[in-house]
């Protein structure tokens, strides 16, 4: 039996873990999976999608540092670390940030504590890489509460997104992106000739509304932005 409904037990902090390429430029990605795995010497690893520029930076440089989010943080600081790739955006024009002892930039917005790890070990687990490594550096940044997994889907209804470790958990959640169809019957237009005219697209991570007008305080139930995000298109 594997039933991967029972994944959804698991527990997990959300971290943005960042690093620089070998030419220099700063990148970032939201990560549930950062975690210590030993006291002595203080070890810690993170599982990294193949895909992200972050897994690729730091496969070139061998080391990452990591920012504990606080429930202070908004998803417009979630937003673009966890839903854009670092090669088509800087996540670091609008977010303070400094550089570690090792020259790495690690975010100071909306986390509570940060860490530098220098990696020793790398895992090839299919879809993603484990980069296990020793804490070289640890810095408090503010007092707070950590975010928690279950608070980011709770209170500021975020999502996952597909290159996520958790995804494939998720996506047989009833709100996952509905079908062009799906959404058509979501907006009340079951019948031929009465579908929308339009459709409104999230400026932050793609996702297409199919309703003709969206109510003031929807939200983006891929990646929580509200409706000043969204821009109009027609279907
Ligand atoms: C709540 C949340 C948790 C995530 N956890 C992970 C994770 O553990 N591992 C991972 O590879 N990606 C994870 N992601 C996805 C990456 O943050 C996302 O793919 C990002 O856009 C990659 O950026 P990059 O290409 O600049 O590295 C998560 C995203 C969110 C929103």
């Known amino acids: 039996m594997l039933d991967k409904k029972a994944l959804r037990d698991l527990s997990y902090g959300l971290y943005i873990i960042t690093a620089t390429t070998k030419d220099g430029r700063k990148v970032g990605c939201i990560a549930n999976t950062f975690q210590q795995v030993a006291s002595e010497p203080p070890m810690a690893s993170v599982s990294l999608n193949?895909?992200?520029?972050?897994?690729?930076?730091?496969?070139?440089?061998?080391?990452?540092?990591?920012?504990?989010?606080?429930?202070?943080?908004?998803?417009d600081l979630i937003g673009p670390f966890g839903f854009k790739c670092s090669r088509d955006v800087d996540k670091f024009t609008q977010v303070e940030h400094r550089l570690c002892e090792a020259g790495i930039p690690f975010v100071i917005s909306g986390c509570l504590a940060s860490f530098s790890v220098e990696v020793h070990d790398r895992v090839d687990a299919g879809s993603h890489i484990l980069f296990v490594g020793q804490v070289v550096e640890a810095e408090k940044l503010a007092e707070g509460t950590p975010m928690t997994y279950a608070y980011y889907h709770a209170v500021l209804r975020g999502k996952t997104p597909p290159?996520?470790?958790?995804?494939?958990e998720e996506a047989s959640e009833p709100n996952e992106q509905p079908s062009a169809a799906e959404a058509a019957v979501n907006a009340g237009a079951t019948e031929e000739g009465s579908a929308p005219k339009y459709g409104w697209r999230c400026k932050l991570c793609g996702y297409i509304e199919m309703m003709d007008e969206l109510p003031d305080d929807y939200t983006c139930p891929i990646c929580g932005m509200g409706k000043d995000m969204f821009e109009r298109v027609e279907l």
Do not use: C
């Open 50 to 75: 193949k895909e992200n520029a972050t897994t690729q930076a730091i496969l070139e440089t061998g080391e990452f540092a990591a920012s504990v989010l606080s429930e202070e943080a908004t998803m």
């Open 163 to 168: 290159k996520a470790v958790s995804y494939v």
